[in-house]
């Protein structure tokens, strides 16, 4: 089963990254926290114009974020109109309901499809709970690690060796959404940022993670890939392990992942956010 439905999640505090400023200056940013339990709408996204109006209405919301590879199968809506939203339900991590129903977290038959808790439909965002969406996300963003010839594409040299990646692609319909990074205003001035997610139609998600795996081994045949470093979180400059990577995050061909394209939560003086860049291309 595939579908134009996406997901949508609404949490009752902030789900986006948080930027600080202290009163020397010093800019910290910090990502999104977990998610325990989250609201979730299923919404219907038939095409790149939809998408853009959602993805616009997602990032003025520092509470909301978008699974925009899958759904859970019985919440979609009972129109087949753009934008149509089905019922409300509540998302829920793994140990969340695993602590309710009285369970191991790791209890997968367990924690497998629905769970009535207070009188709430509970459901765990499981890739077995979910089925896949007509949406792809191709997600760039500079790493550690990552050669300088790399993270130094312009824009235009990024897109042309993604489409020289993946035959097709520069002609089909996209939605181009800048880092919500670079939204943020420092004195007037916007913050340095470098990531972009291009959300891209397909035929068939069932297929998406064998695409993601198989266009992480092309590129590098292409010479676009390399291996991440990773770094312990007592020593800064250890790095503890290797993993293949690319000009695009390998990570993100999953039907269950979570993409941050809502607000950032600003905190301490002269930070302001100017309204997100959205294009249908």
């Excluded at 235009?156 to 020289?164: G, P």
Aim: with cysteine; hydrophobic share 40%; proline share 7%.
């Amino acid at each position: 089963m595939t579908s134009n439905c996406v997901t949508v999640l609404q949490l009752a505090g902030r789900a986006n990254k948080l930027i600080q400023r202290s009163a020397t200056g010093e800019l910290k940013k910090h990502p999104g926290p977990p998610i325990s339990e989250a609201k979730a709408v299923t919404v219907n996204v038939p095409d790149c114009d939809a998408l853009s109006k959602l993805l616009l209405k997602i990032a003025k919301d520092a509470n909301a974020v978008i699974i925009p590879g899958g759904f859970f199968p019985g919440t979609e809506p009972d129109e087949n109109k753009p934008l149509a939203v089905g019922p409300e339900f509540c998302v829920s991590s793994k140990a969340t309901i695993a602590q309710q129903i009285g369970v191991d977290d790791d209890d997968m038959d367990a924690l497998a499809g629905w769970h009535d808790i207070n009188g709430q439909r509970h459901i765990a965002r499981l890739k077995t709970n979910m089925a896949p969406s007509n949406w792809m996300i191709f997600d760039r963003d500079e790493v550690q690690g990552m050669p300088e010839n790399m993270a130094k594409m312009t824009d235009d040299e990024w897109w042309t060796a993604m489409c020289s990646m993946v035959p097709g692609l520069s002609e089909v319909p996209k939605v181009r959404v800048p880092s919500s990074t670079g939204r943020v205003l420092v004195d007037g001035k916007p913050m340095s940022a470098s990531g972009q997610h291009w959300y891209v139609p397909i035929h068939d998600g069932n297929d998406l993670e064998r695409f993601g795996a198989t266009l992480l081994q092309r590129s590098f045949l292409a010479g676009y890939g390399f291996m991440r470093p990773f770094y312990s979180s007592d020593d800064k400059n250890k790095i503890i392990s290797r993993r293949q990577w690319s000009i695009f995050d390998p990570t993100t061909f999953s039907r269950e992942r979570i993409v941050y394209e809502g607000a950032p939560t600003l905190v301490g003086m002269g930070l302001s956010l100017a309204s997100p860049q959205i294009e249908v291309l």
